[in-house]
């Protein structure tokens, strides 16, 4: 039995009875226990779910895909029709988005405009991905003279002018492209977009892929030098085995982030392009071309513009918001 004060050191360190009595539930509750293991998705879901904004802006994003997708399916009119009688109308229980000068529910033609700049956002955002993705890895990998070259290409052509380059080629293949409309090949169904969306989706994936070339090959130029690659090129693996199965799973977290920071910037591209009058081809509704439309009697009827305007807005709003937190979620040095 160790009394209270007994010295049973030479540098008279007192041992006390008392030091073995069991911990209270205050002292208990103070310890630091160790959580339970958890993969990286589920940290960054973790992490995501704290960010208040990212999560706002997330349930945003979702309503607006069921209010572009699921609404024109639901609503009583279709995007081209014109209700005699009905024209010019503000909003009211009929037409909640009020109609155009030619009868046209503006609802769903925010609807139809909606699916358009998303489907023209995600598209454009997976072409850059599946070739800025490919492009950065060769390049990073193989690395030398042909990574110099490369990375030459990538800055000549980050100096063209995109916009000019847009325009240039729907004057270009505006002729081409509608023959083949006309001749009812692959390419008829592709009709109701209209030259400009398709020469947008060309430059897109000839000019908008450099920005995820340069993110990958950087990645890349970290992940090459690690031990895990080194163990599998000395198990046989060739460079597309390990773009394939080492490089890119890595990288997936920038390729995410970059993805989902691409489709805003397409969706303003596509809007700026109908806004002008060089994307989607009438009777097709985009919230550009609806926001252009709007303009000319936006004295009289300012509701034509509030609508597409805002909605356009809160779409690009709510992803660089999303982005923004799913870039601080995926990035390990805040674990």
């Known amino acids: 039995m160790i009394l209270k004060n007994t010295k049973i050191f030479s540098n008279q360190i007192e041992v006390c009875a008392d030091d073995f009595a069991p911990a209270t539930n205050k002292e208990k509750s103070n ?51 014109q209700v005699r009688g009905d024209e010019n109308l503000f909003p009211c229980l009929k037409h909640p988005f009020g109609t155009d000068n030619l009868g046209r ?15 023209i956002g995600v598209g454009a955002s997976v072409l850059v991905l599946v070739i800025g993705s490919i492009y950065g890895a060769i390049s990073g990998l193989i690395g030398g003279k042909v990574d110099t070259v490369m990375m030459r290409i990538v800055e000549v052509i980050y100096s063209l002018p995109d916009m000019l380059v847009i325009i240039l080629l729907r004057i270009v293949l505006n002729d081409p492209l509608q023959k083949a409309f006309d001749s009812g090949s692959f390419l008829g169904g592709l009709q109701i977009l209209g030259p400009g969306i398709i020469a947008m989706f060309i430059v897109y994936g000839l000019l908008y892929w450099v920005g995820m070339a340069r993110i990958v090959r950087g990645q890349v130029l970290q992940l090459k030098e690690m031990e895990f690659v080194n163990a599998a090129r000395a198990l046989g693996a060739d460079n597309k085995r390990l773009i394939k199965k080492h490089l890119l799973p890595n990288c997936v977290g920038q390729l995410v982030v970059t993805t989902m920071l691409q489709i805003p910037s397409a969706i303003f591209t596509e809007a700026f392009l109908s806004f002008l009058g060089i994307g989607v081809s009438k009777p097709l509704a985009s919230l550009g071309s609806l926001a252009s439309e709007a303009l000319n009697g936006i004295s009289s009827y300012p509701y034509r513009l509030l609508f597409p305007a805002a909605t356009i807005s809160i779409i690009i709003l709510a992803f660089n918001l999303f982005g923004d937190g799913l870039r601080d979620a995926l990035d390990p040095r805040l674990k």
């Open 31 to 81: 310890l630091v226990t160790l959580g339970e293991n958890t993969s990286y998705w589920q940290d960054a879901w973790r992490r995501l779910k704290q960010n208040k904004i990212a999560m706002v802006s997330l349930v945003i994003i979702a309503i607006v895909f069921i209010f572009a997708i699921v609404g024109p399916l639901l609503s009583p009119y279709t995007y081209d029709q």
């Open 105 to 119: 529910d503006l609802l769903v033609r925010t609807m139809i405009g909606s699916r358009i700049s998303l489907l």
